[in-house]
T-cell receptor, first 112, second 114 residues
Framework: SQQGEEDPQALSIQEGENATMNCSYK?????LQWYRQNSGRGLVHLIL?????REKHSGRLRVTLDTSKKSSSLLITASRAADTASYFC????????????FGTGTRLAVRP | AAGVIQSPRHLIKEKRETATLKCYPI?????VYWYQQGPGQDPQFLIS???????DKGSIPDRFSAQQFSDYHSELNMSSLELGDSALYFC?????????????FGPGTRLLVL
């Protein structure tokens, strides 16, 4: 079963709007990371949030983590067409060393 | 800044052939991870190495093996290839002392088994 489930699976918005993606996981984690992947290409690290952190910002990105609900959200503000990509959350589980377990991903399309 | 390098970027093989994928981590990174991403799937962890020793193992078939060398580069050896092995193979590197828990991914090797 998937450690991370993301919703929505697909999201289409207009340029300039905000995009929110959610990720849920099942086990205790050390940290949660968000990655971006353009179609069939490499994974680009966006942001890491540790289990003792609740919110983190990086540029137009805002990530929240609620360990009581085992969920995280990624907010992209003022979206651009170039933000079109798939976004994955990945957890570093406490019981499983430091390997990453990825969620199913959200495909974001930003219409110009 | 130097990134993770993977070679080859694309590889086409026949069933039952072997393939070797190479990964060169970011300089001074001592930990290497391998992930497999099937079409339309999320990446799945295969295996990792820390300081040239295997540190963790995931859903890696017995037909696959990997190692990390003294210069920290890693190779994933795949034998008796099957159609289902067609996927994007990523290598990631990290260094607890330098980058913390962040794993930096290479561009991937796209393997097609015919």
């Amino acid at each position: 079963s998937q450690q991370g489930e993301e919703d929505p699976q697909a999201l289409s918005i207009q340029e300039g709007e905000n995009a929110t993606m959610n990720c849920s996981y099942k086990t205790s984690i050390n940290n949660l990371q968000w990655y971006r992947q353009n179609s069939g290409r490499g994974l680009v690290h966006l942001i890491l949030i540790r289990s003792n952190e609740r919110e983190k910002h990086s540029g137009r990105l805002r990530v929240t983590l609620d360990t009581s609900k085992k969920s995280s959200s990624l907010l992209i503000t003022a979206s651009r067409a170039a933000d079109t990509a798939s976004y994955f959350c990945a957890t570093d589980e406490k019981s499983s060393g430091d390997k990453l377990t990825f969620g199913t991903g959200t495909r974001l399309a930003v219409r110009p | 800044a130097a990134g993770v390098i993977q070679s080859p970027r694309h590889l086409i093989k026949e069933k039952r052939e072997t393939a070797t994928l190479k990964c060169y981590p970011i300089p001074r990174h001592d930990t290497v991870y391998w992930y497999q991403q099937g079409p339309g799937q999320d990446p799945q962890f295969l295996i990792s190495f820390y300081e040239k020793m295997q540190s963790d193992k995931g859903s890696i078939p017995d037909r696959f093996s990997a190692q990390q060398f003294s210069d920290y580069h890693s190779e994933l050896n795949m034998s008796s290839l099957e159609l289902g092995d067609s996927a994007l193979y990523f290598c990631a590197s990290s260094s607890p002392s330098l980058a913390g828990e962040t794993q930096y991914f290479g561009p991937g090797t796209r393997l097609l088994v015919l």
